[in-house]
């Protein structure tokens, strides 16, 4: 009888833990609260200069010179979803300002079908290696995350968590007029 009451209490332990390490779930993100970030000028720092492969082919190249949004997604991630379509009418509303997304941990074909579900016209870099690179300056700290880089290449904010048009159309609106 102990043996049985050692091995039930040994499933159940072993039960509640993983031991693949991987996170599949929705909840296995960090959610940011929409809290934005917003740099002074006179204390941004260089945005890396960065490039990656395209969700629907070619290459994208950073060069500063246009306000850019650089918003962090994945299709599973409820915010993302939630904030797809304010984010593409930014883009069409500020023509001026160039949108990128960067997929992160996530399969190509879920992105696609997202890109198609909400009528995403700007790009998307699939390698979200390129994120390391915006580590110890505004790094990306939630799923979704959107940075702002200012025309002369600058880290100018962040939204940790899902956009509001109306906060954005603020937030491009300042650093457009700079």
């Given at each position: ?6 091995f ?11 031991t ?100 995403i ?58």
């Amino acid at each position: 009888m102990r043996s049985v009451c050692v091995f039930l209490v040994a499933l159940l332990v072993t039960g509640c833990s993983s031991t693949s390490g991987l996170q599949t779930s929705e909840q296995s993100f960090i959610s940011g609260n929409g809290i934005v970030t917003l740099i002074d000028k006179s204390d941004r720092d260089l945005a890396p200069i960065f490039a990656g492969p395209l969700l629907d082919g070619g290459n994208f190249n950073f060069a500063p010179g246009k306000v850019t949004v650089l918003n962090v997604w994945a299709s599973w991630c409820s915010p993302c979803r939630a904030e797809a379509p304010s984010l593409e009418e930014l883009s069409i509303k500020y023509p001026e300002v160039q949108f990128v997304g960067v997929l992160t941990r996530d399969n190509l074909v879920a992105a696609r079908a997202f890109v198609k579900r909400f009528s995403i016209t700007y790009p998307t870099i699939i390698d979200d290696a390129i994120l390391a690179e915006f580590s110890g300056l505004l790094s990306v700290n939630a799923i979704p995350t959107t940075l702002v880089i200012d025309r002369s290449g600058r880290l100018a904010a962040r939204i940790s968590g899902e956009i509001t048009f109306s906060s954005m159309t603020e937030l491009l609106d300042r650093i457009t007029s700079e």
